[in-house]
């Protein structure tokens, strides 16, 4: 079969649509003129294009661009897409999340609820995320935005394809359809719901809202989660793997063959000696089920305690900091990316060992002497698993504007 | 500036010809008007680049298309460039290699010479290099084929933009700059000379030539080098970082923080305890600076005497296959990859451990239950790094084909 027949037109086009809000994103405005001579494709191509985009609401007309010299000038367009919201939601063992933006990138609501998921059934939870969803829908659509893709951030490894999470430790929960449940909780009309790895969306908030963007980081890896050891590793601009959790395991490479058993079954992880359970327990501060109310409670009584100098918080640090620089040193010898971000837990702690590790892995890493490594505490806060699982379908839909048509705009 | 200018136009044709090379590649066989229609590019434009690829030599016409069924038959093009020769070399430790192909992918000579290179200098070993790359351009142009760009394998850092070789402590060289050095022997009219990491560069070939041809994979490492633990990380069937050696050091991930020092100066690094050296060591085999004249040679004493079932080579692979599982393990759970493909000087040994590895990973993977990673032995031999070099000189012309633009054909 040589003979392009409609399926293959049809990818052609879908590809051809991406193309076009490609060169739009990277110019910041492009006529149609500009728009063939960036692609090769003919004007009259670029024109039936350019009139799906702003049909669909992705691309608005801007005016005139009078800096064209020569011809008659062509009208400029610009990414749109103030009417499109997209949705991230998140959950985790002790809080849900909401994060809602419009395709053009603004913010139209966040929410950070606390709430003790670590013993209740999943259908008990995404009653509580549902309610969350729909109010946001319900809100954003008072605003004229209708919502076209939601993201759910999960502490675990996820089937992306299904919309499954595979398995959470910490949550007790394996084999939950949470895009199904979540649905048929929303009722018809719903939009369309993918699910990603916390770390892993984390990561890709970092990519789009923090040090990726300001510092336009190209390859870098993004560690650790509210209390544990997750991260996301970014090559090229691109999450390593996608976002179903299975990259960037660092918690789970074993940095002391002998040490104590990890909750993944295996010993001398580095989450079961670096991670936030092991700093309190150096610290000699009860876990937070006794001492306080949740982790982030736990982490700025040590943060408080480090400032004063508290020598048992100081060592504990220290402690952790050796255990990090093993599994750092590692993933750079591997892939020796231009900078590490620390966020979660260990971004409020990073004053007390970013230097010291900084020197330990110079020690430990084969050609840090040609390319350096910048070791960075993320911006982003708790909401940085929402707030890229609200990027994530923001990009899926940019890179596929076609999922868009039927939407009843 | 909005308006395009010789520059952007210059770029958009490089990358538009890079593209129907790629249509072509892809489908084997494509029309003038299929390429149209794949890219969405007019007839016009698509006749302009055909016709400087068939001038360059890249494309061929190969005949009317009879299974168009619709409007007059297409004259189908195919990839060509049987004129047009790219040359791996290898410099290594106790060899030099070199493989030399054409742009359609046939083998036209390749040969592995024995040297111990170890003290000397470079001036003198690329001398020699220079000699085998001669006498196959020489060769190569009898056959009527014009070598169009070579590429060193190198066994250590390389900055490949530059064409210098940063470090190799096994050969003693350090800010080497090869491509200018071999150019210079060359001599006038000689083909652009890139370098790269040896261990990177088998990952190419394996991915072109090897198991990732043969069982279409599309993430693996490629681990092991003639004696020592270089790896390549292939992910969606790009070598990760490129070619420079930077990325995939897994050779100096620490699996003993109190173990003996390598070579990097750092202590414990899965080398030095997992490497040919260790091996022999272990097994009562003298180095092979005195009971044998290479590494091959004691490599191969230490595989017959395994397939008579002797005890102290048994357990010295036992162990290093203990001290590979650590290593491996954070590898996998960094990145997760499909396959695992064990060369150099791990290939012949694979029958020995590759099983019980496999049990130990299982037991060391977070998430293994939901992804199986095959363990695989490569089938490349010596030449794996030779092999790659002259791959990706052939990729990186299929990429750019421009760059055969004044060549003199």
Not at 241 to 254: D, K, L, P, Q, Y
Request: one cysteine or more; aromatic letters at 4%; glycine letters at 14%.
């Amino acid at each position: 079969m040589t003979a392009p027949n409609s399926t293959q037109q049809n990818a052609v086009r879908r590809a051809n649509l991406a193309r076009v809000v490609e060169q739009i994103a990277a110019h910041g405005s492009r006529s149609r003129a500009q728009l063939a001579a960036d692609t090769g494709m003919n004007k009259t191509t670029v024109s039936s294009l350019v009139g799906e985009l702003l049909d669909l609401g992705v691309v608005r007309e801007a005016g005139r661009d009078e800096r064209l010299r020569a011809g008659r000038p062509g009208t400029r367009l610009e990414l749109g897409g103030e009417r499109i919201g997209v949705l991230g939601l998140e959950v985790n063992v002790d809080h849900l999340a909401v994060h809602a933006t419009d395709l053009a990138g603004r913010t139209h609501h966040q929410a950070f609820v606390a709430a003790d998921n670590r013993d209740r059934a999943p259908g008990a939870v995404l009653d509580d995320l549902a309610e969350l969803a729909r109010t946001t829908i319900s809100g954003l659509s008072a605003e004229g935005v209708a919502v076209a893709d939601v993201t759910v951030a999960l502490p675990g490894l996820v089937d992306d394809t299904r919309g499954t999470l595979l398995v959470a430790p910490n949550l007790g929960w394996s084999e939950c359809p949470v895009a199904t449940l979540l649905r048929e909780r929303l009722g018809g009309g719903a939009p369309p719901v993918g699910v990603g790895n916390d770390a892993n969306l984390a990561a890709f908030a970092e990519l789009h809202d923090g040090h990726g963007r300001t510092r336009g980081l190209r390859d870098f890896i993004s560690v650790g989660c509210p209390k544990g050891l997750g991260s996301g590793i970014v090559v090229g601009r691109e999450v390593l793997g996608g976002t179903a959790g299975f990259v960037g395991e660092i918690g789970h490479i074993t940095v002391d063959p002998g040490g104590p058993v990890c909750s993944c079954g295996n010993r001398g992880c580095l989450e079961r000696l670096a991670g936030l359970d092991a700093l309190l327990e150096r610290a000699g501060i009860a876990p937070y089920g006794q001492s306080s109310e949740t982790p982030q409670a736990s982490l700025a009584l040590v943060a408080s305690l480090a400032r004063q100098g508290d020598p048992p918080v100081l060592e504990a640090i220290a402690e952790m900091r050796g255990w990090l620089s093993l599994g750092l040193a590692s993933a750079m010898n591997l892939f020796h990316p231009e900078a590490i971000v620390f966020g979660g837990y260990l971004a409020p702690l990073a004053g007390w060992f970013l230097d010291g590790l900084g020197a330990d892995l110079d020690a430990r890493v084969l050609g840090g002497r040609w390319r350096s490594c910048e070791l960075l505490a993320s911006e982003l806060g708790a909401d940085a698993a929402s707030r890229g699982a609200s990027a994530r379908s923001r990009e899926a839909l940019l890179r596929d504007p076609a999922r868009l048509r039927g939407l009843g705009r």
